[in-house]
C-alpha cells in the first residue's frame, strides 16, 4: 500500500476514507483533521485560552500534542484518582503527564482527589452503597466535578476531553438501548457553556481509536498503555467489541453511526430535551459553589459529606 | 420451577416478567396479554373486520389462532411469493395456512404473485439490479403492496402483521444505526389508516419470539420451520444474534429497548417525521390505483413493467 499524496510506502489504511498515507503525510493529516473539526464544529479558536483534560493515556496525549503544534493556548489538567493496587495505574499516568508537560513546556494542572479531598476513588467506592460499575460511575462524577471547577475557576474558555469515535459511538449505543433522551440530546462535539458550566468540546471525536493511536505511536509519545483496572468488564468495553465486529464486516460503520447520529441532532430528533444541566441547574452547591439541580449539597460534595 | 397460578410443574420461565406458568396458564396467559396489548394501544376492536398476514409460519399462525380465540373477525391472506426452489418453501407454508384455515372454518384470501403478475420473487430478483438483499428488499415491497391493495379492496378496517418483539428490535438496531428518522418515526405497534393506506397494527409486538414459539408448540399448531432459503445472510439476522446475546447477559434487555423507544416517541422523539407514506403519498398509482409518492407507476407496478 502506498501513500496518496507521495507514493511512499503507507504506515496506515482508513478503509473508511480509502485513503493510505505514509508516516510524514499522516503526521501532517490528523492535525489538520483536527483543525478542520474544531472550525466545522466551531469548538474555540486561538484567541481562547483552552484546558484539556489528560489521563496520560494515548488519546488526551496525543490531543495536547495536536493542539500545542497546532499554536492553541492549551494547558492540560491531571487528576489523581489514587488507583493504585496492584499496578501504581494513577502514580504512572501522572509520570507520562507530567513528562509530556515538561518536555514541551507547557503548564499541566495537577488535582490530587486524596490530598485534596481526603479519599481516593477505590476508598469512596468501597464504602459506597451503588450497583456494578459504581467505580467508574463514582469516578466520573469526581472528575466531571473537578474538570468543570478548574475550568471554571482559572477561567478557561473551554474544557476538552480526547474522547475518539470509538468511545463516542459505544456511548451512543447504550444510550440508545435506553432511550435516553437526555443524552441523546447531548452527544453533541461542542456543547455551549451556561450557569455555571465551562464550555466543552471534543476535538477528537470522528477519529477511530487506532487512528489516534497511530498518531501518538509515530510521534513517539510515552503513555500509560493499561487500560484502568475497574475498565475490565464495563458495559462500553462490552459494546465496544459489537462495534468493532460491526466495523470489520463493514467498514465505516461506526463514522456513519456517529455523523448519521449528529444529522438527526440537527434536524431536531429530540427537541423536548436540548436543556441540560447548565439550564436544570438552577442552584449552587452551598460547599464548593458549583450549579447543581438539587437543593442543598451538589452530588460531589454529597459524596464526600459521608 | 413451578406455576406461578396453581404450582403445577411451569412449561416456560420468562425472566423478564420474573413468571413461570403451567400449560394451560400459559394458554391463558399469551391471548389475555394480546388483548391488553390490543386495548392499550388502541389497534381494533371486536366491530371491526381485521386481516392478518400469514406466512405459514408460527408466528402469523399463532397470531391468527389468538385473534380467533379471542372472538375477534379476523380473516387471514397468504402470499404464494414462489419461492419454491430447493425447497418448496412457498407451496409447503401455503399448505400449512390452507390446513390452519381449513381446520377453524377460518377465511384464508390467497395470492399467488406468479399466477396473478407473471413472475415469482425470484425471477423479478434475478433480472433487477439491486445490491445485498435485494431478493428481501423486493419481497418486502410486493408483500407491502399486496397486503395494503388487498386490504383496501375487501374493505377490512385493519391488516396485522405477527412481527415478535426480537423482530421489532432488530429493526429499531438497523435504524438507529442508520438513524433513519422516517423509519425511526413510525415503529409504533399501530399506523393509522390514511390516504389509501390501511390501518396496520401487530398485536405480538411485546413477545418474545421464543413465547409465541412455546404457544405455536402447546396449542400444536402445524407450521413451516424452516427460514426462507433469502433470509440466511441478512442484516436482521445479524442483528438479532447480537440482541440475543445482550438478552442472555442482560435479561430484558430486548423489551426495555422496545418500551423505552415507545416512550421516547410518546414524548416527541423524532417530530419532524412523523409524517410517514399516508401524508406523502399525494398522488394514485395510474395502474393500481395504490397511493405512491412519485409522479406516474408505483414502485411495485414499475417493478412488474420491465
Given amino acids: 500500500m502506498r501513500c496518496r499524496k507521495c507514493g511512499q510506502k503507507a504506515v496506515i489504511h482508513m478503509r473508511q476514507h480509502r485513503l493510505a498515507l505514509c508516516?510524514?503525510?499522516y503526521l501532517e493529516w490528523l492535525p489538520d483533521q483536527t483543525e478542520r473539526f474544531i472550525k466545522k464544529y466551531q469548538?474555540?479558536?486561538?484567541?481562547?485560552?483552552?484546558?484539556?483534560?489528560v489521563s496520560g493515556g494515548k488519546d488526551s496525549l496525543a490531543l495536547w500534542d495536536v493542539l500545542w503544534q497546532l499554536g492553541y493556548q492549551v494547558d492540560g489538567l491531571y487528576i489523581n484518582l489514587g488507583i493504585n493496587a496492584d499496578l501504581a495505574y494513577s502514580d504512572l499516568s501522572q509520570e507520562h503527564a507530567l513528562a509530556f508537560a515538561?518536555?514541551?513546556e507547557l503548564k499541566l494542572i495537577t488535582v490530587n482527589v486524596k490530598q485534596q479531598f481526603g479519599e481516593s476513588i477505590p476508598e469512596i467506592a468501597g464504602r459506597e452503597r451503588r450497583g456494578q460499575g459504581k467505580t467508574c460511575s463514582i469516578c466520573g462524577l469526581v472528575k466531571r466535578h473537578i474538570f468543570n471547577q478548574t475550568a471554571m475557576e482559572y477561567g478557561y474558555d473551554a474544557l476538552l476531553t480526547a474522547h475518539n469515535l470509538d468511545d463516542e459511538v459505544a456511548v451512543l449505543l447504550a444510550n440508545t438501548l435506553d432511550w435516553s433522551l437526555n443524552r441523546l440530546a447531548r452527544g453533541l462535539p461542542v456543547l455551549p457553556a451556561g450557569s455555571g458550566f465551562a464550555r466543552k468540546a471534543k476535538p477528537f471525536c470522528r477519529f477511530y481509536e487506532r487512528e489516534t493511536a497511530a498518531y501518538t505511536f509515530l510521534r513517539e509519545i510515552q503513555y500509560i498503555a493499561q487500560e484502568c483496572p475497574y475498565a475490565a468488564g464495563s458495559k462500553q468495553l462490552y459494546y465496544k467489541q459489537d462495534l468493532n465486529r460491526w466495523e470489520d464486516e463493514m467498514p465505516g460503520t461506526k463514522l456513519r453511526y456517529y455523523l448519521n447520529y449528529l444529522s438527526a441532532l440537527n434536524e431536531g430528533?429530540?427537541?423536548q430535551r436540548q436543556e441540560g444541566p447548565e439550564e436544570l441547574a438552577k442552584q449552587r452547591c452551598p460547599v464548593c459553589g458549583q450549579p447543581t439541580i438539587t437543593c442543598g449539597l451538589c452530588a460531589f460534595c454529597r459524596l464526600f459529606s459521608k
Fill in 23 to 25: 508516516k510524514n503525510h
Fill in 43 to 53: 469548538m474555540f479558536n486561538r484567541h481562547e485560552r483552552i484546558l484539556v483534560a
Fill in 102 to 104: 515538561s518536555a514541551r
Fill in 269 to 271: 430528533a429530540f427537541p
